[in-house]
């Protein structure tokens, strides 16, 4: 079972990107998470992992092996 705490210390309206629309979705999702009506693999999508780079030059794929 996964196990998310949520905690908020930021006073909607005093954001300048407050918009009733995307407050209520945000309470929504928020809600979903809560009751664990999403599944993992839902709230994994926000993290995505990180992505190296990929060589350009000869040498750097070289030393890589891709070469």
């Keep these: 079972m996964m196990v998310i705490k949520v905690s908020c210390s930021i006073h909607i309206s005093t954001c300048s990107f407050y918009k009733p629309a995307r407050l209520k979705t ?24 990180t992505l190296e780079p990929r060589p350009k030059d000869f040498l750097s794929k070289f030393l890589q092996g891709k070469e």
Excluded: P, S, T
């Design 26 to 49: 945000g309470q929504m999702e928020l809600k979903e998470v809560v009751n664990n009506w999403k599944q993992k693999g839902h709230i994994m999508a926000y993290f995505k992992d």
